[in-house]
C-alpha cells in the first residue's frame, strides 16, 4: 500500500520493510524529539490489518496464539506470536478487541499468510477472517499524545502510544488535523531505544521467543496448548536460548553505522574473528547518538566489547536478554 502522505512536503519514502510510507519529512531528529515529546504522529498506513469476528474468535485465537486472549475485555490491547510447530516465530500480531471484532495488524505483507493459517485451523469455530488493509490503515500516536481519536477509528492503547485503525479515507485529513507527520525512521530510532523486537529485524527463520524477550510481553506461560508450545516450555525450564538480544551503542565518530545482517565479532578477535551475531535494526539517536540491537549467541560474555561490520564499528553491549 503506497501512502498519500507520500506527497506531503519534505516526505522521503521508505525503502526495505518500511516501502510505501515516509522514512522521513526532513528532519530525522526534529521528528524523535516531536515523537518523544507526545505530539505528531507516524503513517503506519503500509502494515497489514486483519479483523475476527463471531462468537468464538477468542475462545479460538486462544487454541492458536502465543498469548492468553479467551477472556480478553473490550479495549485491552496485547500483542501474540502464531509459532512453528518447532517453536520458530512466524507471526507477530499486536490486537484489541472491541467487544464484537478482535482488530490486529501485523507486518506489511504478511495479512496473506496469515489469513491463509487461520483459515485453515477454524473447522467448526464461529470464526470469520477477513482482511480489512484496503479499508483501514494503522497510524501511531505517541504515549503522552492528547490527540483525539477520530469517530469511527478502533483504538489500540498501550505504554508506548495508541496505536489507531482508521479508516482509509481518513488518512490525509487526520494528517491535516495531528501535525506533524513523522517518519518510520524515527518510530524505529525509538523502538531500538525501548529494546523491543520487530519481526523480520530482530527475528529470522529460527528465532524462538526467549531470544528477543518475547516472553511475558506477547507469550504467556500459563496457558493451555498451542502450536510450538513445546519448545516454548522446554527452552523455559532449562534457561538456554541459543542466542540472545542486546542493546549496542556504537562508535559515533564513523561516518557509516552498521545494517541489518551485518556481522558483530569480539573486538580483541578484529575483523578475523568468528562471527557471534548479527546487527539487526540499527538507528541515529536523537540524544543516545549511534544505536542497534543485535542478536548475538548466548555464550557471549555480556561484559564483553564487541565490534560490528565491515568497518569494524566498536560497539559497547546492554543485556536486553540475560544469557
Not at 479483523?51 to 480478553?72: E, I, N, P
Not at 479499508?135 to 489507531?164: K, N, Q
Amino acid at each position: 500500500m503506497k501512502s498519500p502522505l507520500l506527497s506531503l512536503p519534505g516526505a522521503v519514502a521508505a525503502e526495505g520493510a518500511d516501502e510505501g510510507v515516509a522514512a522521513h519529512y526532513g528532519d530525522l531528529f526534529r521528528e524523535q524529539r516531536a515523537l518523544a515529546d507526545g505530539t505528531g504522529f507516524v503513517d503506519l498506513s503500509h502494515r497489514g490489518v486483519v479483523t475476527v469476528t463471531g462468537d468464538d474468535r477468542l475462545s479460538w485465537l486462544h487454541l492458536l496464539l502465543t498469548q492468553h486472549v479467551a477472556d480478553l475485555t473490550p479495549d485491552h490491547a496485547t500483542e501474540a506470536l502464531v509459532l512453528s510447530a518447532h517453536g520458530h516465530v512466524e507471526h507477530a500480531l499486536y490486537l484489541v478487541d472491541d467487544g464484537k471484532t478482535t482488530w490486529l495488524h501485523t507486518e506489511p505483507g504478511a495479512q496473506g499468510d496469515l489469513i491463509a493459517y487461520l483459515e485453515s485451523m477454524k473447522f467448526f469455530y464461529r470464526a470469520e477472517i477477513a482482511d480489512r488493509t484496503g479499508e483501514y490503515a494503522v497510524v501511531h500516536l505517541p504515549a503522552g499524545s492528547i490527540a483525539p481519536a477520530p469517530d469511527g477509528a478502533v483504538v489500540r492503547e498501550t505504554a508506548h502510544g495508541r496505536d489507531l485503525f482508521l479508516p482509509r479515507e481518513q488518512l490525509e485529513a487526520f494528517a491535516d488535523e495531528h501535525a506533524p507527520a513523522i517518519g518510520v525512521l524515527a518510530h524505529e530510532a525509538l523502538r531500538v531505544e525501548a529494546h523491543r523486537p520487530r519481526l523480520g529485524m530482530e527475528t529470522d527463520h529460527r528465532t524462538i521467543p526467549h531470544e528477543v524477550g518475547w516472553i511475558g510481553s506477547a507469550v504467556h506461560l500459563q496457558k493451555g496448548c498451542y502450536r510450538g508450545q513445546e519448545t516454548v516450555a522446554r527452552v523455559h525450564n532449562l534457561g538456554k536460548p541459543p542466542r540472545r538480544l542486546v542493546f549496542l551503542h556504537l562508535d559515533g565518530s564513523e561516518v557509516r553505522i552498521p545494517q541489518h545482517g551485518d556481522a558483530v565479532r569480539l573486538a580483541s578477535d578484529g575483523l578475523d574473528g568468528r562471527k557471534l551475531g548479527f546487527v539487526t535494526t540499527s538507528a541515529r539517536h536523537h540524544e543516545l547518538g549511534p544505536i542497534a540491537l543485535a542478536l548475538v549467541k548466548r555464550n557471549v560474555p555480556v561484559d564483553a566489547r564487541l565490534i560490528a561490520g565491515e568497518d569494524a564499528t566498536a560497539a559497547a553491549q546492554e543485556v536486553v536478554v540475560a544469557p
